[in-house]
């Protein structure tokens, strides 16, 4: 399964995007996303020319990021984050990015919610995301756990 974050907005503080799966060349709209500033202003996908990383105010940089499972003790706090107890805490995991550790991909509605994770949403309005736990159930549901059954692998690609 390859999915595609298409990033659309670059904002002072957040960036805005939209999910894409993209397997098998199909394009199927999943829901919208919103991360911390996009600091890699060259999209090469690296902190080069003068770029620096801002610890939990920086979206990961441009590339192809592989996907795994990972149970999460934060979000095993269920009285804190009910909406992950039907999996248990296990959470998506974006894979070895460069100067990042434990980018997930969950639920919030602001960049503040971040700390270099991907959340997921629609963005209704200007600088956040709603009905982000929508978005989370029909992205797990419907994309992830179906590949996952399947023993594929899962990508994502972030332009």
């Not at 996009?38 to 990383?53: A, M, P, S, T, V």
């Not at 959470?91 to 959340?119: K, T, Y």
Request: aromatic share 14%.
């Amino acid at each position: 399964m390859k999915l595609r974050l298409e990033r659309t907005a670059f904002k002072s503080l957040y960036t805005i995007g939209h999910l894409y799966d993209v397997t098998d060349g199909k394009r199927v709209y999943i829901c919208d996303t919103i991360e911390d500033k996009n600091r890699d202003l060259n999209h090469n996908g690296k902190f080069d020319n003068g770029e620096q990383k801002v610890k939990a105010q920086t979206c990961i940089p441009f590339g192809t990021y592989k996907i795994t499972f990972v149970k999460s003790p934060k979000f095993s706090n269920f009285t804190k984050y009910p909406y992950t107890k039907k999996y248990n805490g296990v959470m998506p995991w974006v894979r070895n990015v460069p100067h990042f550790e434990g980018i997930l991909i969950h639920c919030g509605v602001n960049q503040n919610s971040s700390a270099g994770c991907i959340i997921v949403g629609y963005n209704r309005i200007v600088g956040r995301v709603v009905e982000s736990q929508k978005a989370f159930y029909h992205l797990y549901d419907d994309f992830l756990t179906p590949a996952r059954q399947r023993g594929e692998e899962i990508w994502i690609e972030i332009v």
